[in-house]
């Protein structure tokens, strides 16, 4: 079994408070490099791509660099998720090591970084960007449209990109979550809505639909725990410990055959699914 990418979640802990991220009851935790490393080993023959995040700041990690050259020397490409407050700090580190993609989610910004340091933040990224894009693609995200109380914010953002990317496309408002709007080479503009993360709750999807879940990823919490996709971020699915079994013994475990089956025949096996409104 091979998977497009494989989340792995460095810390859950962040320097952001989002009314709209997930609030987990799990204890704060930062993997530990040699923790790391063991994952590195155990995903190695499933995929090629790992994704530093489910919840949390991967640049607050206090090994953020060593953890890339353990990546690195596990030949495996990594993708990080982030909003952006720490580029500045982390650049040299972000630079001098081999980042395959990096999505900086600017509507963070809105709750977090006040109006007088707005620009100085955004131009800190747009910077970075600029450097980077030679080696790493960069995705900007406005994952907030619809929102009216937003509509200011996702404004100014847009003009700022606009004196900073002047050949970009001028229609920078259109949803565009799945490509994204060139802006630069290997730099993009994301626009969608904003989605809402699955609580065991309200029921989202229908019961008939498929999923990225089990077929095109898995994802590995900070304490090791196996859930099926990057939103479970409760670990409410739990597959089994990375650190306890071999991650093809989790894979093939009745439960997740289970779930991976379903979706392949366009069927919900989990009650926890069914509040996932994020499904294809």
Known sequence: MKFKKIYIEITNSCNFNCSFC????????????????????????????????????????????????????????????????LIARKQNVLLRNTIRQINISLHDAEENITTENLESYLNE????????????????????????TSNDFNQHCIEEIRQHFPEANT???ESTKE????????????TAPRFEWPDGGEDRSP??????????????????????????????????????????????SARA??????????????EFCKSCGFYI
């Not at 990224?125 to 929102?147: D, P």
């Not at 055959?257 to 989990?270: A, D, M, P, V, Y």
């Open 22 to 85: 997930f609030q987990t009851g799990r204890a704060k935790a930062f993997m530990s490099p040699d923790d790391f490393r063991t994952i590195c080993q155990k995903v190695k023959p499933f995929t090629s791509y790992i994704y530093l995040h489910v919840l949390g700041e991967p640049l607050l990690h206090p090994h953020f660099e060593e953890i890339l050259q353990i990546a690195a020397e596990n030949e495996l490409n990594v993708n990080i998720t982030t909003n952006g407050s």
């Open 125 to 148: 990224i747009f910077q970075y960007a600029k450097l980077a894009a030679n080696q790493t693609y960069v995705n900007l995200r406005l994952w907030n449209s619809g929102e009216t």
């Open 171 to 173: 229609n920078l408002s």
């Open 179 to 190: 490509k994204g709007i060139k802006l630069a080479d290997h730099i993009f503009l994301q």
């Open 207 to 252: 019961e008939n639909r498929t999923c990225y879940a089990l077929r095109d990823q898995i994802a590995i919490l900070a304490e090791g725990t196996v859930v099926p996709c990057c939103l479970d971020a409760d670990g409410n699915i739990n597959l089994g410990n990375v650190f306890e079994q071999d991650l093809e013994e989790i894979l093939q």
């Open 257 to 270: 055959q289970k779930i991976r089956n379903g979706f392949i025949n366009h069927r919900i096996t989990e």
